[in-house]
């Protein structure tokens, strides 16, 4: 309820724009920062014992492609929304699940 009534008052401040972008995150910003702890603190006991070990370097320099390729296609994923019009996202808005 607290996130429509939030994007219901950014509504009313839109004006006239060409297009309207909407990303919409479906996590809050307490588990994006639990997330990203976990993953830098295995990123970074991936390094600790990949000392003096070329084999778990390379596994390291895996995880830490692996990771910047999953952040790079969150970033690009399916989570934003265009709209033409400000009715247009008032519908959207007006749809959203009440929470």
Same mark, same amino acid.
């Given at each position: 309820m607290v996130e429509r009534h939030r994007l219901t008052n950014q509504l009313n401040k839109v004006n006239r724009m060409k297009?309207?972008?909407?990303?919409?995150?479906?996590? %809050? @910003?307490?588990?994006? @920062?639990?997330?990203?702890? @976990?993953m830098i603190a295995s990123f970074s006991f991936c390094?600790?014992?990949?000392?003096?070990?070329?084999?778990?370097?390379?596994?390291?320099?895996?995880?830490?492609?692996?990771?910047?390729?999953?952040?790079?296609? %969150?970033?690009? %994923?399916?989570?934003? %929304?265009?709209?033409?019009s400000k009715s247009a996202l008032q519908d959207w808005v007006d749809g959203l699940p009440n929470d």
């Open positions: 297009e309207i972008n909407v990303y919409y995150l479906k996590e %809050s @910003i307490a588990q994006s @920062i639990v997330r990203n702890i @976990i390094v600790y014992i990949s000392k003096d070990s070329t084999f778990w370097t390379f596994v390291s320099g895996g995880f830490l492609l692996l990771i910047l390729g999953t952040k790079l296609s %969150s970033m690009v %994923s399916d989570n934003k %929304s265009t709209f033409k």
